[in-house]
T-cell receptor
């Protein structure tokens, strides 16, 4: 799986959009970008994933650049409860569930009042 | 709909002991993966079980073993505990035959193991 690079920490004001970048310059054409977050001492929570197109769900939006070498997770209106470590993960789109997630250190997002 | 459940939530053991951690997957899921998360690090993949067989394994010694039961629940066993085994152990479940691109692993809250 391709390696990802994320800033170690970011701050965001409550109510503002949080934009978390991820670099995956060695990504292959069949690799998906996944985002998880982990609130202190809890299990990782799935947020969103995508292959080529931008994606949006009830939690966030995922913007993938045209060359697929980087992506941005957008939390449109950050709240204090969004304070967490955010992990960007790239994985091969192999069939079935026979895959592992390779986590880096992620980005600690702190939402301030 | 119950999510992934793990037990116990906390556990304290001493060096050399053995420990068993348990995981019940999300309803409808048939695949269980285990991860170890040391303090300040991201989770590291230990192994994955499907159809009661170990399908994939990370870089962990044989002291780490597992089992999957017919009801898809799973156990993680660690023998001869070391101080370095102190960590949060996470279980994730998924559905093996899910189409490509719709395959998501959902995590439990984890078991915090402290080895003294």
């Amino acid at each position: 799986d391709a390696k990802t690079t994320q800033p170690p920490s970011m701050d965001c004001a409550e109510g503002r959009a949080a934009n978390l970048p991820c670099n995956h310059s060695t990504i292959s054409g069949n690799e998906y970008v996944y985002w998880y977050r982990q609130i202190h001492s809890q299990g990782p929570q799935y947020i969103i994933h995508g292959l080529k197109n931008n994606e949006t769900n009830e939690m966030a939006s995922l913007i993938i650049t045209e060359d697929r070498k980087s992506s941005t997770l957008i939390l449109p209106h950050a709240t204090l409860r969004d304070t967490a470590v955010y992990y960007c993960i790239v994985r091969v789109a192999s069939g079935g569930s026979n895959y592992k997630l390779t986590f880096g250190k992620g980005t600690l997002l702190t939402v301030n009042p | 709909d119950a999510g992934v459940t793990q037990s116990p939530t906390h556990l304290i053991k001493t060096r050399g002991q053995q420990v068993t951690l348990r995981c019940s997957p999300k309803s409808g899921h048939d695949t269980v993966s285990w991860y170890q998360q040391a303090l300040g690090q991201g989770p590291q993949f230990i192994f994955q079980y499907y159809e009661e067989e170990e399908r994939q394994r990370g870089n962990f010694p044989d002291r780490f073993s597992g089992h999957q039961f017919p009801n898809y629940s799973s156990e993680l066993n660690v023998n001869a505990l070391l101080l370095g085994d102190s960590a949060l152990y996470l279980c994730a479940s998924s559905l093996f035959l899910r189409p490509v691109g719709k395959n998501i692993q959902y995590f439990g809250a984890g078991t915090r193991l402290s080895v003294l």
